[in-house]
Nanobody
Framework: QVQLAESGGGLVQPGGSLRLSCAAS????????MSWYRQALGKERQLVAA????????MYADSVKGRFTISRDNAKNTVYLQMNSLKPEDTAVYYC?????????WGQGTQVTVSS
């Protein structure tokens, strides 16, 4: 059974930082592309960052480029999202995803709130 467990969310002031973690189990982690999505209240879920399995290449949404960094530790079956210079508009539930279009697994999400 595949499980993805996000952690690291919380309340942070504008300009602050958080690091999200997503621990995976029940799958051969190194074979999967990993990505982070977020969903703000009343809005659609959007892709934030992705790291592809083969070459380790990454992609970011324009709104987070230069502020967020995705990384992975295959030995720990964990993907991270380092978020710096946080803005109120980054407030959302953040989800990690393993896989792509055909086969995908999702975590339960972790709330990130950016507010003074």
């Amino acid at each position: 059974q595949v499980q993805l467990a996000e952690s690291g969310g919380g309340l942070v002031q504008p300009g602050g930082s958080l690091r999200l973690s997503c621990a995976a189990s029940g799958l051969t982690f190194s074979r999967y592309s990993m990505s982070w999505y977020r969903q703000a209240l009343g809005k659609e879920r959007q892709l934030v960052a992705a790291m592809f399995n083969a070459a380790g290449s990454t992609m970011y949404a324009d709104s987070v480029k230069g502020r967020f960094t995705i990384s992975r530790d295959n030995a720990k079956n964990t993907v991270y999202l380092q978020m710096n210079s946080l803005k109120p508009e980054d407030t959302a539930v953040y989800y990690c995803k393993a896989g792509g279009t055909i086969t995908a697994y999702w975590g339960q999400g972790t709330q990130v709130t950016v507010s003074s």
